[in-house]
């Protein structure tokens, strides 16, 4: 045009893709991100038996949930009971083996101590709170047979799972986008007026 040169519109498109791509090139690892999405390429068969199995699993568990919710939560409570209180006996009996003036002979009476005060404390705990125990038996019962009966609600997660991924990629792209077209750098202070209230006398 006359004597400026105005570039045109494919000269500036293929200015800001080339000044994208070095900026982007240089600042991230490209080969090491091509290499786990491959890997994950390479490895779907694998991933889907996996959440092949973690389904059908999950079923069985909800299943015997149903089934066996009381003597499971039972049971798991009287191991962890037993748990706390064989490890204070252990701990209170191995002191005999070392001389009763070393610390680890105090350390082991005192760690079963310890140990016996969590386990009568986690007991009184537990026979307070019988009933609510009974009650979390039956929620958890009716939980499970709903789950077990109506399977699609396990979709629900998925779905989720899915648009969260695609929110976070197209996040990431724009983030990388803005990142990648310019240098970061302290911006300058805007100038500011003085101002002057002149009272009259």
């Known amino acids: 045009m ?3 040169c105005i570039p045109t519109v494919q000269a500036l498109e293929d200015s800001i893709v080339a000044q994208f791509q070095q900026n982007f090139y240089n600042k991230y690892d490209i080969d090491q991100y091509t290499e786990y999405i491959t890997d994950l390429i390479k490895a779907w068969k694998v991933q889907a038996i996996a959440v092949g199995v973690a389904f059908g699993a999950s079923m069985l568990y909800l299943l015997v949930l149903r089934c066996f ?10 191991t962890i009971l037993g748990a706390f209180g064989a490890g204070g006996y252990w701990a209170y009996f191995s002191r005999n083996n070392y001389d009763p003036s070393s610390n680890n002979y105090k350390y082991l009476m005192y760690g079963g101590y310890t140990l016996w005060g969590i386990d009568g404390l986690l007991l009184i705990i537990v026979m307070c709170c019988c009933g609510r125990i009974r009650l979390a038996v039956a929620i958890m019962k009716v939980t499970s047979s709903f789950i077990y009966r109506t399977p699609q609600i396990l979709i629900l997660p998925i779905f989720f799972l899915i648009l969260c991924a695609g929110w976070v990629l197209g996040w990431t792209f724009l983030a990388v986008y803005i990142m990648s077209v310019g240098q970061i750098g302290p911006r300058a ?3 500011q007026f003085a101002t002057t209230v002149i009272w009259d006398s």
């Open 2 to 4: 006359g004597k400026y």
């Open 69 to 78: 919710a009381g003597p499971l939560i039972w049971i798991s409570i009287l």
């Open 189 to 191: 202070a805007p100038f």
